[in-house]
């Protein structure tokens, strides 16, 4: 007997039913899993386990916040680009998409994957935003040591991860969001949030009647992310909008590219969208796609593996390296 796949245990719950995606301002990307995203033809070379900040936590530790960098062997200075790890806000694994990671970096930048805080360090969006500037400071300060161009930097992140991705980048000048950073040497000059949460009392506004009051009845671990730990959404909209990327949404953003999956079980894809139409609506640059039939990235919720594989596709990977090299490339800057 051929047993089914089985689901991995989530801490959120996945949809059973999910609405179609409204592309009224966004591109359907078809995508199919061949070919997938090629490796191996530029050599890398690695820094491991990079302390860039040490924190402390709410139970009196400290904890040392870390980055695992990666560029090409050519010894040239090249843009910086930060990968956010996702993880629901419970977890920042910063060996997580190492060959995606890898593929960026093969195109021609310096690719730090980097910790930052989440609800068990009893961190919030704050917290995390801090930690992202943290480290681009570091990074920058230290530019000589990895070969970095210091003059352009982004931040890809993935699921929570382009949470605080597009959080840093519409945040660059505000003095609450700088932590110890300064000014421009925290700030990014492009923002990749893709599969990204944003107002998270509407996280399943896409989904089945079970999904949705599951969030509408139950005090989860976001609540505490955003400074309302054991609240329901409906107690704290306020808190809620405090944490929401839009919120923040000026003009004067950097650029973004927002990419969402069409058959995305955990996040509703309107959350890319909501950030992209307060983009927009604001006079920003911003682009986004779904990517058709594509789950949450690589997480393997469905038995369906092409579902997965979109995300690490050719098609996907170059509209990636492309609007990086669009927007870092230093051709032209001042020295």
Same mark, same amino acid.
């Given at each position: 007997?051929?047993?089914t796949p089985s689901v991995p245990r989530l801490p959120v719950p996945v949809a059973a039913a999910i609405a179609p995606p409204d592309l009224a301002d966004s591109t359907l990307l078809e995508v199919s899993p061949n070919p997938q995203l090629s490796l191996g033809t530029v050599e890398l070379e690695s820094h491991l386990d990079v302390t860039f900040s040490t924190v402390d936590l709410p139970n009196g530790e400290s904890r040392e916040l870390k980055a695992d960098v990666l560029r090409p062997a050519t010894g040239e200075r090249l843009p910086l680009v930060l990968f956010l790890p996702g993880g629901a806000f419970l977890r920042c694994n910063k060996a997580m998409a190492l060959d995606l990671r890898r593929h960026v970096a093969e195109s021609g930048f310096v690719v730090a994957s980097v910790e930052y805080r989440v609800a068990p360090d009893g961190g919030t969006y704050m917290d995390s935003v801090h930690d992202v500037r943290a480290a681009l400071v570091h990074l920058r300060q230290h530019a000589d040591d990895f070969g970095i161009d210091p003059r352009t930097a982004a931040l890809w992140g993935e699921s929570a991860g382009g949470h605080v991705a597009?959080?840093?980048?519409?945040?660059?000048?505000?003095p609450e969001f700088s932590g110890h950073s300064g000014t421009s040497s925290g700030t990014v000059q492009a923002v990749i949030d893709a599969f990204g949460t944003s107002l998270l009392s509407a996280i399943a506004d896409d989904f089945d009647e079970e999904a949705r009051l599951h969030y509408e009845r139950t005090a989860t671990h976001f609540s505490a992310y955003? /400074?309302? &730990?054991?609240? @329901?959404? !409906?107690?704290?909209?306020?808190?809620?909008?405090?944490?929401?990327?839009?919120?923040?949404?000026?003009?004067?953003?950097?650029?973004?590219?927002?990419?969402? /999956?069409? &058959?995305?079980? @955990?996040? !509703?894809?309107?959350?890319?969208?909501h950030v992209h139409q307060a983009l927009r609506t604001a006079g920003a640059d911003s682009t986004r796609y779904v990517v058709a039939g594509a789950n949450h990235g690589d997480f393997g919720v469905l038995a369906d593996s092409d579902a997965a594989l979109a995300w690490t596709s050719a098609t996907?990977?170059?509209?990636?390296?492309?609007?990086?090299?669009r927007h870092l490339d230093s051709a032209g800057l001042p020295q």
């Open positions: 007997m051929t047993e597009a959080l840093t980048g519409v945040t660059n000048e505000l955003v /400074g309302k &730990a054991g609240a @329901l959404f !409906s107690e704290i909209p306020e808190a809620v909008a405090a944490a929401d990327p839009a919120t923040y949404v000026t003009a004067s953003a950097p650029p973004f590219l927002l990419l969402h /999956g069409s &058959a995305d079980m @955990l996040v !509703s894809s309107s959350q890319t969208q996907v990977v170059n509209v990636i390296t492309e609007f990086l090299h």
